[in-house]
T-cell receptor, first 116, second 109 residues
């Protein structure tokens, strides 16, 4: 149980392109989903928290107009990196949490984004 | 402030036992989580402790002492596939996870 699917796994694209990443909870309802970024050999960095049907809460220093988050249903959240540049290249990971707030977060497999 | 401390790196031998310690300071407390992360992969959930004591799950056990702000993850009968980073995360009063930087565990034959 508690499977989270993240798609795509890898993206390589040109600078200026917008990239959309999907995160789905396959066998449970995710009231809250989280988006993280991780650089090589560094710890997870929370970018934003999204709750179904409401606006995402962004961490300090994360541009909300750059990283658009939509959480339209209890099983799907999307992150769109708008007008991506090489400095946006990173490993993006989503996680989903069930209805109970103390539930563990379950992670998708991550998306490796490379902007040329 | 809120903080999670865990060692940066540990080395152990295949078949042995290793204990990874974690101390935490959070605003309120709603539990302590351990995750495993292999290089280049996303974290996977290992354990959750909210009450004092030891929780055993196969070769892995996790311990919590709320009065000391301390937890450890115990791995027994180490296998080469246990080489990974182990992330400690404390949950604060707002149910937000405060993540440690992770402990890289190296298993030698």
């Amino acid at each position: 149980g508690a499977v989270v699917s993240q798609h795509p796994s890898w993206v390589i694209c040109k600078s200026g392109t917008s990239v959309k990443i999907e995160c789905r909870s396959l066998d449970f309802q995710a009231t809250t989903m989280f988006w993280y970024r991780q650089f090589p050999k560094q710890s997870l960095m929370l970018m934003a928290t999204s709750n179904e049907g409401s606006k995402a809460t962004y961490e300090q220093g994360v541009e909300k107009d750059k990283f658009l988050i939509n959480h339209a249903s209890l099983t799907l959240s999307t992150l769109t990196v708008t007008s991506a540049h090489p400095e946006d290249s990173s490993f993006y990971i989503c996680s989903a949490r069930g209805v109970r707030e103390s539930s563990p977060q379950h992670f998708g497999d991550g998306t490796r984004l490379s902007i040329l | 402030g809120q903080n999670i401390d865990q060692p940066t790196e540990m080395t152990a031998t295949e078949g042995a036992i290793v204990q990874i310690n974690c101390t935490y300071q959070t605003s309120g407390f709603n539990g302590l989580f351990w995750y495993q992360q292999h290089a280049g992969e996303a974290p996977t959930f290992l354990s959750y402790n909210v009450l004092d004591g030891l929780e055993e799950k196969g070769r892995f056990s996790s311990f919590l002492s709320r009065s000391k702000g301390y937890s450890y993850l115990l791995l027994k009968e180490l296998q080469m596939k246990d080489s990974a980073s182990y992330l400690c995360a404390g949950m604060d009063s707002n149910y937000q996870l405060i993540w440690g930087a992770g402990t890289k565990l190296i298993i030698k034959p």
